[in-house]
């Protein structure tokens, strides 16, 4: 399970979690989709590696995750 959190410094708990820069995530999102990539639309769920994922599903997410600008 993986997770990202736009804010500055680890998140270990959830009040820190609320901290984070939503407005960032949601562009994130949208960012994943429109290159086809099915991310949890809230930082506040978990995605989750699938043994189903190829390595150029796994490499193709990297890639966009990359060239996200915050």
């Given at each position: 399970m ?16 609320k ?48 060239e996200?600008?915050?």
């Amino acid at each position: 399970m993986i997770t990202f959190f736009f804010q500055p410094g680890p998140v270990r708990n959830y009040e820190e979690a609320k901290r984070s820069d939503t407005t960032a995530f949601a562009r994130f999102f949208h960012h994943l989709l429109s290159r086809g990539i099915y991310f949890p639309p809230s930082q506040f769920e978990a995605a989750f590696v699938s043994t189903a994922l190829s390595q150029a599903n796994i490499s193709a997410t990297a890639q966009a995750i990359r060239e996200f600008q915050a």
